[in-house]
């Protein structure tokens, strides 16, 4: 049987490969428009300091190394919130575990306590 994590990775692959596929049809598409059209745009005059302006790839490069680091970022941040709130979910993992994983159905005494 498989676990809840290999379940998951499972998903995740089939989405990623289902978000590939999509990918490659809209990148076939926009090849065959922009083939189809590379004629009909007129010859414009360049830019005044279109030299020192990056260009296309450049911004999307740039823009993605933002991106990365922005995300290695935020996975730090949420592995130091983790490991702040350790105490508390360690606590409920053993009790979930010890267990057997049943989750107790009812008010608990806290909640009938303070009713």
Do not use: C, H
């Not at 994590?5 to 490969?17: K, N, P, Y």
């Not at 360049?46 to 190394?65: K, R, S």
């Not at 970022?73 to 993992?93: C, G, N």
């Amino acid at each position: 049987m498989a676990t809840a994590t290999e379940m998951f990775t499972g998903l995740e692959d089939q989405v990623l490969e289902t978000v590939k596929q999509g990918q490659e049809a809209v990148v076939k598409a926009v090849r065959t428009w922009a083939d189809a059209s590379k004629n009909l745009i007129p010859d414009l005059p360049p830019l005044p300091f279109a030299d020192q302006l990056p260009n296309t790839t450049e911004i999307v490069e740039n823009t993605f190394a933002f991106a990365d680091k922005l995300l290695a970022s935020q996975r730090e941040f949420v592995a130091a919130i983790l490991d702040a709130v350790k105490p508390v979910y360690s606590a409920a993992d053993k009790s979930v575990k010890s267990n057997g994983g049943a989750i107790k159905s009812g008010p608990s005494a806290k909640t009938t306590a303070a009713a």
